[in-house]
T-cell receptor, first 110, second 114 residues
Framework: SQQGEEDPQALSIQEGENATMNCSYK?????LQWYRQNSGRGLVHLIL?????REKHSGRLRVTLDTSKKSSSLLITASRAADTASYFC??????????FGEGTQLTVNP | DTEVTQTPKHLVMGMTNKKSLKCEQH?????MYWYKQKAKKPPELMFV???????INESVPSRFSPECPNSSLLNLHLHALQPEDSALYLC?????????????FGSGTQLSVL
């Protein structure tokens, strides 16, 4: 299995602004998943993008995948205080188990 | 029901105690996982059960003993833990596909070892 590397490690924005966080990985993947974790809680699956997809939307979330650069980005539009959380990416290769990078800690200030 | 339920939510134990963490899901998932997460760090995979059989043990010390009594339940038995084992223990489940396995996580057990 491989883990992604999220960037930046921490991001602080004002409510209503957009938040962008990035994930890089090293080897070819079948899919890449993004998860959110509120402090002291479990992870919540946000979105899965397959290797043959370039962009995917879910509500205020937009995920892109560039397999040539081995990178993905997660955009949260019109952020809210409730979006404050840690965000983890999980690149997944065939038959491998999901592992996570250090994550991006997003703080949305009211 | 899309929930993974973990009990207890909090646990304090001494180094000589024996305790168990429990995890339950009723989504029909046949893969279940234990992760360990230290503060401000990502979850680290400990064990994976697939169809009630242990398929992955990430070199976890024997003081952690997993058990999968049936397809809905996963236990983690703890014995002679060390203070450095204090962490958030997360259970997760999924359908055991080779790819595109979306994980459903419980809220975790916050463990403190004194």
């Amino acid at each position: 299995s491989q883990q992604g590397e999220e960037d930046p490690q921490a991001l602080s924005i004002q409510e209503g602004e957009n938040a962008t966080m990035n994930c890089s990985y090293k080897t070819s993947i079948n899919n890449l998943q993004w998860y959110r974790q509120n402090s002291g809680r479990g992870l919540v699956h946000l979105i899965l993008i397959r290797s043959n997809e370039r962009e995917k939307h879910s509500g205020r979330l937009r995920v892109t995948l560039d397999t040539s650069k081995k990178s993905s980005s997660l955009l949260i539009t019109a952020s809210r205080a409730a979006d404050t959380a840690s965000y983890f990416c999980g690149p997944q290769t065939s038959g491998s188990r999901l592992t996570f990078g250090e994550g991006t800690q997003l703080t949305v200030n009211p | 029901d899309t929930e993974v339920t973990q009990t207890p939510k909090h646990l304090v134990m001494g180094m000589t105690n024996k305790k168990s963490l429990k995890c339950e899901q009723h989504m029909g998932h046949r893969a279940m996982y234990w992760y360990k997460q230290k503060a401000k760090k990502p979850p680290e995979l400990m064990f994976v059960y697939s169809y009630e059989k242990l398929s992955i043990n990430e070199s976890v010390p024997s003081r952690f003993s997993p058990e999968c009594p049936n397809s809905s339940l996963l236990n983690l038995h703890l014995h002679a833990l060390q203070p450095e084992d204090s962490a958030l223990y997360l259970c997760a489940s999924s359908q055991p596909r080779r790819t595109n396995e979306k994980l459903f996580f419980g809220s975790g057990t916050q463990l403190s070892v004194l």
